[in-house]
């Protein structure tokens, strides 16, 4: 238990520095508010020289506590870590940061990543590191949606808000920021697709399942099924192989069956044997 504990704060605060490190060291130098609450503070800052941490600090309490009501305690605190200590390394960073580049493309790119990165492991470790982080998790709670959708839902207001504070310019770079982002919350989230799954529909679905078996050493699952127009029964065959056996799937289909209905699709996080372990 108390490895758990200590391995999800540990996420947590992993997390916070590599996100606070793209904010400080390419949003905030190039004027990029990428949306969230780190944007409202970037935006702020330019205008008022309040300092970003503190700002995202004053902006998160009522995100805090509404996570704290309706996601519960444990995450609540340790999205009050996350919140806190992001705050505390956004404002550490800006003290000695210094650009790394002038291309705002290179800004917004960089920043996206690391930002992208930092969401999602804090996201996978049961935390967050604030702001609209928080937002987006309701939503993803209670909505079909994925958190880094949720997130792009969420910023757009305050990619707004950029373009009339710095210009339209710097709010379209904004935008490709939190693309970035939002794309990398959901690899580090749900994981690379390594692994296709695919599914087999034949009229003569067991040779398929045995050679499959037999040539790439990969389970094969049966599934019943019923077709809606002609209302006769079909077994389905449900494999997960990796990219490079996808072309040895295809050809024994085309070998055995060449009337056969395949689909293959990508299989994030696929754990077990065979695969990463659970």
């Known amino acids: 238990m108390v490895k758990k504990v200590v391995f999800g ?25 990428a949306g969230g609450v780190s944007g409202l ?3 702020a800052y330019y205008l008022t020289r309040l ?15 509404l996570s704290w009501r309706i996601i519960g305690p444990v995450f609540g605190a340790k ?16 003290q000695f940061a210094v ?13 996206g990543v690391l930002s992208g990165i930092g969401l999602g492991i804090a996201f996978r470790s049961g935390g967050s590191t604030g702001g609209t982080d928080m937002a987006a998790q309701l939503v993803a709670r209670f909505f079909p949606t994925s958190v880094g959708q949720a997130l792009l839902i969420v910023d757009g ?15 379209m770079y904004a935008l490709i920021a939190v693309f970035i982002a939002t794309k990398t919350v959901d690899v580090v ?23 499959i078996m037999e040539r790439l050493e990969r389970g094969v699952t049966m599934l019943d099924g019923r077709g809606m127009y002609t209302k006769y029964e079909k077994q389905i065959l449900l ?22 209905f395949v689909i293959i699709y990508d299989g994030h996080e696929v754990l077990g044997e065979g695969f990463t372990g659970l």
Not at 15 to 20: D, L, Q, T, W
């Open 51 to 65: 300092p970003v941490g503190v700002t995202m600090l004053l902006l998160n309490i009522p995100l805090f506590l």
């Open 9 to 33: 704060y540990g996420g947590v605060l992993v997390g916070v520095i590599i996100a606070a490190l793209g904010v400080s060291y390419f949003l905030v130098p190039a004027k990029i508010a």
């Open 239 to 260: 494999a997960i192989v990796s990219r490079m056996e996808i072309a040895t799937v295809k050809a024994i289909v085309a070998e055995l069956d060449q009337k056969a």
């Open 79 to 94: 999205t009050l870590f996350g919140t806190i200590a992001m705050s505390v390394f956004v404002d550490l960073f800006n």
């Open 99 to 111: 650009p790394l580049t002038t291309d705002l493309l290179l800004a917004a790119i960089y920043g």
């Open 189 to 211: 989230q749900e994981g690379q697709s390594y692994a296709k799954a695919c599914l087999i529909i034949s009229d003569d679905p067991e040779p398929i399942g045995e050679r």
């Open 41 to 43: 503070a970037t935006v």
């Open 157 to 171: 207001f305050v990619i707004i808000l950029a373009g009339i504070a710095f210009g339209l310019e710097l709010a």
